[in-house]
């Protein structure tokens, strides 16, 4: 192309961009691609495993907007390639659906991630999307869901009603992996229902606000996303485990007060899981932030909340009886800073850890991330004692575009 037919190019190009600013804008593509390493502390106590581990991973978004802004077609893909376990190596649709406004109410069709809560320690009510464990032990990565979902916002709230015609089962780490149980995880997973992984499962939520009141209701008919592991034996009778998935009503509440400086907070559920009844559980607590530190644009966050769950035996969960409490640091510059730190204490044993997340952009194309987390103290017994050499320090330098 000549400077002339380049001159002339960008002209329509610019005037294309006056006249129809919604065409020119209605796309939009983002990603990063990112280099982690992890280093553990101590010597891997499992036969197979690995010292350390290093990893690739990429991302990639994009939607398009057409119809007057009333159709959106979104995708959001993942990807990791880790240099020790082959079943960390591995990849995800995040989303990829279709989204139509009909005034009156929205549809969307096709794989979403969807987030209910407002605790910062557990999520109790948030179950619509399987956790992708092989990202992180934290519970904060998911699995796109299949779904369809209808939403209408109204004056006396918004409802939400989802229809998921498949599951996604759990993923777990290979033998190369750290920050995995000793006995093995088997990759023959059963259900109780006879559909299996066809099962439609159901759900409903109806959010609102009054005043300092955030809240929500929902309810949730169908394949529990966590599953219940049934040992089994193996080989020469060696100790394994098959995650079994059961079918549950889950109906769950959350919670949120905001009051000047404070934030309270509530997630509880009722769980009802065939073969083992009713079961209850919730997390609850307080946010108190200190705006403008020393006459700064910091802000200090001080976070306490109580964990509890009545499940026990086998399916007893590690935040039965917690109690956590940290700090959040948001530095509020334009690099985006921030800083969470969090300790947790169980109240029944004597396990406790703690966990550090620092996260900062290096310039409009580069951002770091750093994570530590360390297993104190963990009890005979108890589903920590199998990470008790697995204290790590993991950072993630990420290149976006």
Avoid: C
Avoid at 116 to 145: C, F, M, P, R, Y
């Amino acid at each position: 192309m000549t400077k002339h037919q380049t001159r002339r190019f960008l002209s329509a190009f610019n005037l294309l961009a006056v006249a129809f600013p919604s065409i020119v804008m209605a796309h939009d593509l983002s990603g990063y691609v990112g280099l982690e390493g992890r280093y553990f502390q101590h010597d891997p106590i499992f036969p197979g495993q690995s010292d350390n581990n290093a990893s690739l991973t990429a991302s990639i978004e994009y939607y398009h907007d057409y119809d007057d802004n009333t159709q959106r077609i979104a995708f959001t893909g993942f990807a990791r390639a880790d240099s020790e376990d082959s079943e960390r190596t591995h990849g995800d649709i995040r989303e990829l659906y279709w989204w139509k406004n009909f005034d009156s109410f929205e549809v969307y069709a096709g794989v979403r991630k969807i987030f209910w809560g407002v605790a910062e320690s557990v999520h109790l009510v948030d179950i619509i999307n399987q956790t992708d464990t092989l990202e992180n032990i934290d519970g904060e990565d998911k699995l796109g869901q299949p779904m369809i979902e209808f939403v209408t916002a109204q004056d006396w709230g918004t409802l939400s009603a989802y229809v998921m015609p498949y599951f996604r089962e759990r993923e777990f780490p290979g033998i190369e992996s750290r920050l995995r149980p000793g006995p093995l995880i088997l990759d023959e997973e059963v259900y109780q229902s006879g559909d299996e992984e066809s099962h439609i499962d159901l759900a409903l939520r109806w959010s609102h606000y009054i005043d300092i009141w955030d809240f929500g209701v929902s309810h949730f008919s169908g394949t529990s996303r966590v599953p219940v592991f049934e040992p089994v034996v193996v080989g020469a009778n060696q100790l394994a485990f098959r995650a079994r998935y059961q079918q549950i009503e889950q109906t769950g509440i959350d919670v949120q007060a905001t009051t000047d400086a404070w934030l309270f907070k509530l997630e509880a559920i009722s769980i009802y899981e065939q073969d083992f009844g009713r079961n209850s559980a919730f997390v609850g607590g307080v946010e108190y932030t200190f705006f403008t530190v020393g006459g700064s644009n910091a802000d200090l966050g001080i976070v306490a909340e109580y964990q509890f769950d009545d499940r026990i035996g086998f399916r007893q969960t590690i935040a039965q009886n917690d109690f956590v409490a940290g700090v959040r640091w948001a530095f509020n510059d334009i690099d985006g800073s921030e800083i969470l730190l969090l300790a947790s204490q169980d109240l029944d044993y004597s396990n406790r850890s703690f966990s550090a997340e620092v996260s900062r952009r290096l310039n409009d194309n580069w951002k770091i991330e750093a994570e530590a987390r360390i297993f104190s103290s963990a009890e005979v017994g108890t589903f920590d004692f199998d990470f008790r050499a697995d204290d790590y320090f993991q950072v993630e330098l990420r290149r976006y575009f």
